[in-house]
């Protein structure tokens, strides 16, 4: 196996090869997508609603996005690990920004960094970026920008909404970053931005005509099941197969079948 590198993103795209990118949290599901051969794995703050059970992004902190992010690298052979930068630890002014993204890369181990936003925050990229550190940019439906949407529904369907956000994409390849999240946009728009770029758009809602598609592991499993966007393509019943795993382990415990004579000392 290769490394994969954002320069290895780039000329997927240039190739014409989509690219596959998904969430993990944690040591033993990131060496499963890591082994599976996935191209990129991202460590979300959609770990705040997927790991801690809260209803929006915002709660997570910069301290535990990096141990979810730390435990993914100790799994990692091949992927390319991009890490958000939680809600609160970037948006207050460029320092912020660059010492939270530094925290990350020092603490985590992790080889990029993900921020929402288009122009508002240009000059925390531009910075981060004067680091060395790569930036993948999140245009869209901006999750940690819920409260001022009021709405998950999709983005960008009006002209005035469609403009800015083109003009946020470009920015954010001028700016420098290597790749950008197109999330629950319709997919004409998602495609006119994938060909103006030269650098790789990924979707999440945002049709087939980018340049690769990012999921939420355990919503593509199957083991969240409140969750039912348009989007979302389940690839197991996950939650109907560890149920019925546990009731059959109660089971085997209180009619004393588990453990046999093979399975103890
Ligand atoms: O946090 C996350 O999982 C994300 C993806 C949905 C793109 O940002
Ligand atoms: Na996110």
């Given at each position: 196996y290769k490394r994969i590198t954002t320069k290895t993103l780039v000329d997927m795209k240039k190739r014409g090869e989509k690219i596959s990118m998904l969430t993990a949290y944690d040591y033993t599901m990131a060496k499963i997508v890591d082994g599976s051969g996935i191209d990129v794995i991202l460590v979300g703050d959609s770990a705040s609603n997927?790991?801690?059970?809260?209803?929006?992004?915002?709660?997570?902190?910069l301290d535990q996005m990096i141990y979810h992010a730390t435990s993914v690298v100790r799994a990692i052979e091949r992927s390319l690990v991009v890490v958000d930068i939680p809600f609160?630890?970037?948006?207050?002014?460029p320092k912020e920004a660059l010492r939270s993204a530094i925290r990350i890369m020092k603490e985590s181990g992790g080889h990029a960094v993900k921020l929402e936003g288009g122009k508002e925050i240009k000059e925390s990229v531009k910075r981060i970026l004067n680091a060395g550190i790569p930036v993948m940019g999140h245009l869209g439906l901006?999750?940690?920008s819920i409260y001022k949407f009021g709405t998950y529904t999709v983005r960008a369907k009006e002209e005035e909404e469609a403009e800015t956000l083109k003009a946020d994409a470009l920015l954010l390849e001028k700016a420098g970053c290597f790749a950008i999240v197109l999330e629950k946009v319709p997919a004409a728009l998602a495609e006119e931005v994938a060909k103006s770029l030269t650098i790789p758009i990924i979707g999440i809602g945002a049709g087939?005509?980018?340049d690769g598609q990012v999921l939420v592991t355990h919503d593509m499993l199957g083991m969240t099941y409140e969750f039912n966007p348009r989007f979302l393509r389940r690839y197991l019943d996950m939650y109907a197969e560890m149920t019925n795993a546990f009731k059959q382990y109660i089971d085997d415990v209180k009619s004393s079948d588990f453990p046999n004579d093979k399975e103890q000392y």
């Open positions: 997927v790991m801690a059970g809260h209803e929006t992004t915002l709660p997570i902190t609160g630890s970037y948006q207050s002014d901006t999750p940690q087939n005509g980018v």
